[in-house]
Structures are given as structure tokens and as C-alpha cells.
């Protein structure tokens, strides 16, 4: 599921893309106690490739968690959140996150946001807007205890495997392997229980949202095989602003290469996720991924309460992205 960073490449990474989360001027170096100041970029897009001068304007979903949520302080915060915090400095402009729920389209379509994020490639074709590439690997995984070394199951095995009741998760599961091998739980903190005792030999779950679920639960996992093709979440944009379009795909290509968004995964899946080069079921082409409220909400997290309050908790790091992401109405 996982691929590990060099500790020094790590620290390094760390600080660099600390700075542009928190929108510190300086934070202290992890590899010694000089500062760390952040080059300071001159703005790549002005208006009217953005609606606001000098300030890109984010739009998520807050009942996506991990991506998006809102923590005790009401401020939003999740992996869009650190994304969006370090594209923007990269294009040399200030943040603002805006709430646009269910209706990304809308929100583009009426000025009130210059892109989106959390988008699901795999369930895109019925939205009007230009996509960039993944930023975040995804699809239906198959997720084990890394002390079974599983491998990947047959619908001949004997098996079971628990899934959030109603997900597009427990679905796959249902239509390869069959009813039998389906638990269906209220929720993933109750089927990662189940994995950890040994009552389940798989939980099947979003790649994203499962892998942030075993994080925040300390349940050391891994993706054993994908149950649908290989998609991810990428950013919209309106089809017709071409300028925005360009700047923010070589930002982002800029952010993956240069391994900042490995940083942002690290903090929320405690690893980089990695899934190019994981096995699929026999199956997973004719699993049909499609978006589920059950399994993309904070619900799915796993957890009482919201799922992106608890992993500052966990984490101890509500401040990163919150501190430079305004919630607008």
C-alpha cells in the first residue's frame, strides 16, 4: 500500500511544504534549529483567469472526509485543504476554501470558486469541466493486516470481507465474491475492528478513506488489491479558462514530482499511498466505481464524530491548512 520516504528527504519535504500549509513566513527546520523562510513567488495568474485579485479560490466538499471536513473550530481542513494550500503558493497567490458541497458544477458555473477539488475521475463523465490529472490514487481496495501477508482472493475462496452497509465498497464485494463473503458494519471503525480481531480477513473500502480510517485507528495495514480499475481525485476547472488551466497543471506536476503531496499523504495515511502498481481482482473490470454518500461522508471514516476533527486529534495538526484556509458562505 505504501511506499516509504528516506528520513532525511522526508525532513526536508517537511519543512518546505510545512511553510506553504501553515502559511508561516518562517518555521524552525526540523533538521537543526535554523529557519526555514519560503521563497516568495510572484503571482503566476491574475484576473480574470481568478475572480479575485491575488487570491485562488478553492471549492470542496466537506462531507467528503478525509478530503474536506470541518474541525471543532470550524475551520476546514483535510487533504484538499494542504493540496490547495500548496498549489496556491505555488502559483504565488493567497487562499480561500469554500464549502460547495454536492454541487461542484454549480459552484464553477456561477463564479464562485476558480476550481474544484475531490473530484473522482472514474465518476466525472457527467460534469462539464476541464480535468487535471490525479493528485490522489484511488478505487474500491481490498485492505488486510500487513502481519497476514494476504493475497489476493478468488471468488473461489472462502472468505469474508467487511464493508460499510449501502457502499459502492459492500456492493463489489457482493457482486464478485457473493452475499456470503459480505459483512456488512455500520460504519469502518467497526469492520477495522473486525479486521484487527481476526473475525474478517479483508475490509473493503475507498483506497483513500480506508487508508485514513486504519491510520487514525494505529491498525498497521495494507492494500492487498484494488476491486475496481485504478482512478484518483483530480482538480476542475471551467472548460473555457484555458490560462487557469495551464498554470495549475504545472503546479500540481510540480507539488507530485517534487514529492510535497507525498508529505500531505503522509500526514493523513501516516505512508505515501501507493497503488500503480497493485494487483486488481478478477473482477474489477466489471466493478463499477461510482460515488456513494455512504462511504464519502464523515460517516465513512469510521468514528463518533467528525472525521477530520479526529485526525487533528490524532495527529495533533489541526492547524496545517486550516491556518491559511478561509471558510467562505
Not at 480561500?96 to 458544477?105: A, Y
Not at 464562485?112 to 481496495?141: H, Q, R
Not at 480510517?213 to 484555458?242: F, P, W
Amino acid at each position: 500500500m505504501v511506499k516509504r520516504l528516506r528520513v532525511a528527504a522526508v525532513c526536508a519535504l517537511v519543512a518546505c511544504a510545512m511553510a506553504a500549509l501553515t502559511g508561516c513566513s518562517a518555521v524552525s527546520s526540523v533538521m537543526g534549529g535554523s529557519s526555514y523562510q519560503p521563497e516568495l513567488k510572484s503571482a503566476v495568474v491574475s484576473t480574470p483567469a481568478i475572480g479575485q485579485s491575488g487570491t485562488l479560490r478553492v471549492g470542496v466538499d466537506t462531507e467528503k472526509a478525509p478530503l474536506a471536513g470541518v474541525d471543532s473550530s470550524q475551520n476546514i481542513i483535510g487533504i484538499d485543504v494542504d493540496v490547495a494550500a500548496a498549489l496556491a503558493d505555488e502559483l504565488g497567490l493567497k487562499l480561500s476554501i469554500v464549502d460547495v458541497g454536492s454541487d461542484p458544477e454549480g459552484a464553477l458555473a456561477d463564479g464562485k470558486v476558480d476550481l474544484v477539488m475531490g473530484i473522482d475521475s472514474l465518476d466525472s463523465s457527467g460534469l462539464n469541466m476541464w480535468f487535471s490529472e490525479n493528485y490522489l490514487p484511488t478505487g474500491v481496495a481490498l485492505i488486510a493486516l500487513s502481519s497476514q501477508n494476504a493475497s489476493v482472493p478468488t471468488a473461489q475462496s472462502s472468505l469474508q470481507i467487511a464493508a460499510q452497509i449501502s457502499s459502492t465498497s459492500a456492493w463489489a464485494v457482493d457482486n464478485e465474491f457473493g452475499e456470503s463473503a459480505l459483512v456488512s458494519v455500520k460504519n469502518l471503525s467497526d469492520a477495522f475492528s473486525q479486521l484487527e480481531s481476526g473475525k474478517v480477513g479483508y475490509v473493503a473500502a475507498d483506497a483513500v478513506i480506508g487508508a485514513y480510517a486504519a491510520h487514525r485507528q494505529e491498525i498497521d495495514a495494507d492494500v492487498v488489491a484494488l476491486m475496481t480499475n485504478l482512478g484518483g481525485y483530480c482538480i476542475g476547472i471551467s472548460k473555457s479558462n484555458t490560462q487557469l488551466q495551464t498554470a495549475v497543471s504545472d503546479a500540481l506536476s510540480k507539488l507530485v514530482d517534487g514529492g510535497v503531496v507525498d508529505v500531505v499523504e503522509s500526514k493523513w495515511f501516516g505512508s505515501v499511498l501507493d497503488l500503480a502498481s497493485t494487483p486488481k481482482t478478477a473482477g474489477a473490470s466489471s466493478n463499477v466505481q461510482g460515488s456513494d454518500s455512504a462511504e464519502s461522508g464523515a460517516d465513512a471514516d469510521a468514528a463518533e464524530g467528525n472525521a477530520a476533527e479526529g485526525d487533528a486529534a490524532a495527529d495533533g495538526a489541526s492547524s496545517d491548512g486550516a491556518a491559511v484556509a478561509v471558510a467562505s458562505q
